[in-house]
Nanobody, 116 residues
Framework: QVQLVESGGGLVQAGGSLQLSCAAS????????MGWYRQAPGKERDFVASVDTSDNTIYADSMKGRVIISRDTAKDTVFLQVHNLSPEDTAIYLC??????????WGQGTHVTVSS
């Protein structure tokens, strides 16, 4: 199994930036790719970005140009930078990891609140 712990959320002013981290532990060698979703209050969970073991990245069209996903292989950690934040970015940001067989693991999420 894989365990995921997110960090880096909090209260940010509009126009600012933040960096979220997702640390994986357990059978991390089985991970194919990791990424982020977010879920705003009262809304569905939306894909944000992902990165695979070859450092190939995928971004949601709505987030392109404002987010950067990266990973530190040695630390089994994935990062998500979000720039030019607006109140519409207020959400819980959830990290996931997909392992062999298509099994997905999720973290508990980290809350991001953007004030206007």
């Amino acid at each position: 199994q894989v365990q995921l712990v997110e960090s880096g959320g909090g209260l940010v002013q509009a126009g600012g930036s933040l960096q979220l981290s997702c640390a994986a532990s357990g059978r991390t060698f089985t991970i194919y790719h990791m990424g982020w979703y977010r879920q705003a209050p009262g809304k569905e969970r939306d894909f944000v970005a992902s990165v695979d073991t070859s450092d190939n990245t995928i971004y949601a069209d709505s987030m392109k140009g404002r987010v950067i996903i990266s990973r530190d292989t040695a630390k089994d950690t994935v990062f998500l930078q979000v720039h030019n934040l607006s109140p519409e970015d207020t959400a819980i940001y959830l990290c996931y990891a997909v392992v062999g067989g298509g099994v997905a693991y999720w973290g508990q999420g980290t809350h991001v609140t953007v004030s206007s």
